[in-house]
């Protein structure tokens, strides 16, 4: 099994920053991609960013130029730094790992953005 810790979350001004961290472990070389999902109140569980072994990403449009996903394999750690931060950036962020025939997610971390 894969284990996921989250962390780095809070409250920020619009326009701020925050990174951020997902660290993985148990069995890790099994994974894949992981990647960042965030849900609103009210909202569906949506994609923000997925990054492969061979650190190839894609994005959500809503967050194009503003978020960078990056992964270092060494410290098994996937990273969302998140910069020029909106009110609607506001959600619980969850860290997702993918391998062949499963997934799995981490806890959730609470992201705030004041207006």
């Known amino acids: 099994q894969v284990q996921l810790v989250e962390s780095g979350g809070g409250l920020v001004q619009a326009g701020g920053s925050l990174r951020l961290s997902c660290a993985a472990s148990g069995i890790i070389f099994m994974i894949n991609d992981m990647g960042w999902y965030r849900q609103a109140p009210g909202k569906q569980r949506e994609l923000v960013a997925r990054?492969?072994?061979?650190?190839?990403?894609n994005y959500a449009d809503s967050v194009l130029g503003r978020f960078t996903i990056s992964r270092d394999n060494a410290k098994n750690t996937v990273y969302l730094q998140m910069n020029s931060l909106k009110f609607e950036d506001t959600a619980v962020y969850y860290c997702?790992?993918?391998?062949?025939?499963?997934?799995?997610w981490g806890q959730g971390t609470q992201v705030t953005v004041s207006s």
């Open positions: 997702n790992a993918r391998w062949f025939d499963g997934n799995t």
């Open positions: 990054i492969t072994r061979g650190g190839s990403a």
